[in-house]
């Protein structure tokens, strides 16, 4: 299956990852899972050897179709499922809309913007920096997002051809803006998962995605809340601390 890696036996595990990324960026945690799980570790649409997204307009759903191919294609019927920002928002649109493929749900921040009101100041935060990125060109553009998610001045300091990495990507990624946007389901949705639940956030996250974390913990019976060091992509900078807990969280 194109964009799609399959290792280990035991019980099913699904990762996601973040937009300008790829299932690489869960090499270490595979490596951990796989003595005990089979782990499905899915390149998003328009990253890693994925397929392209269909183009505009975009939601979500397009996702969660190829997803539910994937795993129709293995003969499995439920996962834990283990996503970070884009790809937690994906993994929580399915507990939300799929529970019944979900046997565990943890998320590292997950970009839910639309649970956000317009009119908060965040959401608009966000919403302003996905316009922007549609006027600029593609450099400039994974500059603006790379720079929001990790600080300023970290965009410049990469390799030459990791920025340019990071720009061809930049289409898609638009695109990831508005299907995070456009999704339709609320927090009263939230309260309707039932599975155990782990909620992770860096200490040094942008307040839009801590806001989107606290309206989704305190919408979720029994979730738990780990706060790890690091920021919005602990999972990549932090990922020793990041894969203890989530270890701990699927063993217990």
């Known amino acids: 299956m194109q964009g799609v890696s399959v290792s280990g036996q035991g019980p099913a595990v699904v990762l996601l990852h973040s937009s300008m990324s790829s299932s690489r960026q869960w ?70 809309q799929k529970p019944q493929w979900v046997e565990r749900l943890v998320i590292f921040e ?75 389901y609320g927090q009263q949705q939230l309260k309707h998962i039932n599975c155990p639940t782990l909620l992770l956030k860096g200490k040094l996250t942008q307040p839009s995605a801590a806001e989107v974390a606290k309206i989704v913990s305190a919408n979720i019976a029994g979730c738990q809340v780990v706060t790890t060091a690091g920021g919005h992509m602990a999972p990549v900078s932090h990922a020793t601390e990041v894969n203890k807990e989530i270890l701990a969280f699927m063993a217990c």
């Open 27 to 96: 090499r270490l945690l595979v490596e951990s899972l796989q003595a005990k799980y089979q782990v499905i570790n899915i390149d998003m649409l328009g990253y890693g050897s994925a397929p392209q997204a269909a183009g505009s307009p975009f939601r979500l759903d397009a996702e969660v179709e190829r997803i539910e191919h994937i795993l129709g294609s293995l003969g499995i019927e439920k996962a834990s499922w283990i996503g970070h920002s884009y790809g937690g928002a994906t993994a929580l649109k399915i507990a939300v």
């Open 110 to 184: 997950p970009v839910a913007f639309h649970l956000l009101p317009v009119s908060h100041p965040q959401r608009q935060k966000v919403d302003a920096l996905g316009a922007q990125m549609h006027q600029m060109t593609h450099e400039q553009a994974a500059k603006q997002f790379i720079n929001y998610w990790n600080g300023e001045g970290f965009f410049e300091k990469l390799p030459q051809p990791i920025q340019q990495q990071f720009a061809a990507q930049v289409i898609k990624t638009s695109l990831d803006f508005e299907g995070l946007t456009g999704e339709t």
